[in-house]
């Protein structure tokens, strides 16, 4: 069996990642593609649990080191458990957030040390790395107003400010893998420029 094509989805809460990656699975299956479609954190039994601990708006007690680390113990869960195990079946793999949002999340808008994050995020994938990362990029004010509080979601702008910043600033840096794609706009105008950036790859 060959090794699948691994696609991640990133962006902001309520930005449209879910909307999106159900619409790009759709796509790819009626041209063949064999599709998982799964997400972080969660996308696991086990990861539901650290998903609650991560989201339930009353962990106010939940330190910035535990933060990383439960979304690394989440993805390494996730990417042992479902990632690799499709990806050598040579499935296409839609996954929605993946190391980026920790860089953007908690490097970018916590202020963490990047590198630290990087190595802890390396160590836990094995060094698993996207194919191609779309990232849906939209003001957070209004992506934020269309979706639940969570603990995370209940930032300030200012702090959804710096992680939009950040998302860009590695698009910057990795402009191969990551494709910025605007998800303003209607539901199938955003789904055309998401499978125009995924043609470039598949
Ligand atoms: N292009 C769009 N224009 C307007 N509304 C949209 C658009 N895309 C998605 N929505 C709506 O915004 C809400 C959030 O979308 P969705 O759940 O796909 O976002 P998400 O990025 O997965 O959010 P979360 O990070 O909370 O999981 C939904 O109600 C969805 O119907
Ligand atoms: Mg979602």
New binding site residues.
Partial sequence: MGKGLFITLE?V????????ALLLKAALEQRGHQVVHTFEPGGTELGSRIRQLLLNPEHTELSSMTEILLYAADRAQHVHEKVRPALAAGKTVIC?RFVDSSLAYQGYGLGLELAAIEAVNHWATGGLKPDLTIYLDADPADCLA???KDRIAQRTLEYYGRVRAGFLAIAQAEPERFKVIS?V???EQ?ASRVLKAVEGVI
């Fill in positions: 962006g809460d309520g930005v449209g990642k879910t909307t999106q929605e269309r979706t639940k998800a706009g209607t539901l955003v």
